[in-house]
């Protein structure tokens, strides 16, 4: 795989199949889609659900996802390094570091990150652009099982060229932008589209400032104190479990008790 990649959504072929989101849940292993009090359906994003398929008037459809941004905010807002961009384009997370805070979902301009709020020691979930399939070399899930070829993947800079190249040969068919070619810094999931797709962004129009900047200009919205107690909790939490993880380490690589054959056999060597 040669970085960054990215992935192009060219909306203006999607048909609303949904078999990138069966691919995407089969792929990532998810559960059946859960649905909340008072939810007629549970089709938006969630932690069960990394992508969705919009529905807009006039028989549009739209993938939503992860954007893989060139600078995350995710991982700027994130204090102990659970969220990280790999140098292929997509931003990954590491369950084992997060510390529950909550901070990234504050800080998406996107607002994608989701929360295991039902599970006893909840993570945050989201799309890695199948970064492991493509270290395997295979594409997306979601990009394979598209019938109609409206997501493309490849390096962002190609995305681009093909993104303007489609623009270009039919300017009545697409506006006349890329968008997440500068949105917020740029993102590495590029949109094609005939009708704007500004709404996905919780500033509701284009902006190219660099995400570090809307990080801490988001985290501002949310009254100080919801942060200092989420951030207190999931410190105190993450600070516990990882003695834990250290003592059972510490455990595991002790030297056997004295006469303890019977644990660690003839030298103490483990049995196969
Ligand atoms: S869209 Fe949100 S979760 Fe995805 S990389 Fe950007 S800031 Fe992070
Ligand atoms: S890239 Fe992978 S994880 Fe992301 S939406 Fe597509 S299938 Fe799901
Ligand atoms: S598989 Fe392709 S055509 Fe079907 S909903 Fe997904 S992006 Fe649209």
Redesign the pocket.
């Known amino acids: 795989m040669k970085g960054p990649v990215g992935i192009l959504i060219d909306t203006t072929r999607c048909i609303g199949c949904e078999s990138c989101v069966a691919a995407c849940k089969q792929a990532n292993g998810l559960g059946p889609d859960r649905r909340w009090r008072g939810q007629e359906a549970a089709t938006g994003l969630s932690a069960t659900r990394f992508s969705t398929v919009l529905r807009l008037p006039h028989e549009r459809f739209v993938l939503q996802q992860?954007?893989?941004?060139v600078e995350?905010?995710?991982?700027s807002a994130c204090l102990v390094g659970a969220?990280r961009?790999t140098p292929e384009g997509p931003?990954v997370y590491d369950p084992d570091r997060c510390m529950g805070c909550r901070y990234?979902l504050v800080?998406?301009?996107?607002?994608?990150?989701r929360y295991q709020w039902s599970a006893a020691e909840p993570k945050v979930r989201?799309?890695t652009m199948c970064y492991a399939r493509l270290q395997e070399g295979k594409l997306p899930a979601c990009v394979e099982a598209c019938p109609e070829h409206a997501t493309i993947f490849g390096p962002r800079e190609r995305l681009l060229a093909e993104a303007h190249r489609r623009i270009a040969d039919q300017p009545g068919r697409y506006l006349p932008r890329v968008f997440g070619e500068h949105d917020?810094g740029g993102?590495s999931?590029l949109y094609v589209s005939d009708a704007s797709l500004d709404f996905l962004s919780w500033r509701g129009g284009p902006d190219p400032q660099p995400?570090p900047a809307l990080t801490w200009a988001s985290l501002k919205r949310v009254p100080p104190m919801f942060l200092v107690v989420g951030g207190l909790m999931g410190g105190i939490r993450w600070v516990i479990g990882r003695r834990m993880r250290v003592a059972a380490e510490e455990g595991a690589a002790a030297p056997p008790p004295a006469g303890g054959a019977e644990q660690g056999g003839e030298g103490g060597r483990p049995h196969d």
Not at 107 to 113: K, M, N, R, S
């Open positions: 992860c954007r893989h941004c995350p905010a995710c991982v969220m961009k931003v990234c800080a998406c301009p996107f607002g994608i990150p989201k799309c917020v993102t999931v995400l």
